[in-house]
């Protein structure tokens, strides 16, 4: 779904000041906030520093050996950034806000191939060879199944928002055994965060039609009640879940919740 890109981020979370690697693993850690903004940031870059990251240049990318067209395909709808805090780099795979991505979500949920999942996979790839075991994979909805994806493919591991489900079949195209992709991503190669009330989450668990999302689910607490004549008309409903989908939910919850002092796992 798309993101609304109009909301401010939320600033509660100190990040980027100590410069302390982000690591796999199941538990939710501070820095898993910063990798929230750039599943964000992917959507519609913003200029300077987020978290403590910055986005490579095309020039930055050509010396690493990764071709910047590679990061953007208008025809498929793939969308894709790189960032770096000098220690670590993080591959950001943007979510659905083109038809193009509507395409994509239903081709790979339904079994069929899908470029966009491929192309994730060449360039995580790619990305892999050039920065080695500094690489980190995320993204929101459509770009946390992709990132989820590429990291398996790519010996890597990922945080992801919202993400869409991973089939199969899409794993199986790719070389792995899918019971022991989903296990090693949920034994903590993929760090996943799910927003209490989001669409896409209930609609991927309520049915086993689509596939649910790969990786080990950290749960966050959506603090929008319906009260009152609003818990009985279904369109507030819908609106809950749809707003609760967006990846500024997400950072509203992550910096009111900090879950990594809860020791949420």
Known sequence: MMANLNVPRCDRVSTGSDNIPITSGQRSLQADYSLALLAKDVYAPVAGSLGGFTRLSDRALLSAGIDPASLSDSASGFL?????????????????????????????????????????????????????????????????????????ASGVWAVTFNAAGVSDHTLNRLGMDPAQARLSAEGGGVRRYSEQYDLLTDVQESTSLIPDA????????????????????????????????????????????????????
């Open 214 to 265: 790969i990786g080990h689910k950290i749960t966050l607490a959506n603090s929008d009640k319906l009260s009152g004549v609003n818990d009985w008309l279904p369109h507030k409903h819908l609106e809950r879940r749809l707003s609760a989908h967006g990846i500024d939910k997400v950072l509203s919850s992550m910096s009111e919740q900090q879950p990594w002092d809860r020791q949420y796992a």
């Open 80 to 152: 894709a950034g790189i960032y770096s805090d000098n220690q670590q780099y993080v591959l950001s795979f943007a979510g659905t806000n083109d038809l193009n991505d509507w395409l994509s979500n239903i081709r790979q949920a339904t079994g069929y191939e899908d470029i966009q999942y491929n192309q994730s996979v060449a360039l995580g790839k790619t990305a892999k060879m050039a920065f080695g075991d500094t690489l980190i994979m995320t993204g929101h909805s459509l770009g946390g199944g992709l990132a989820a994806t590429a990291a398996l």
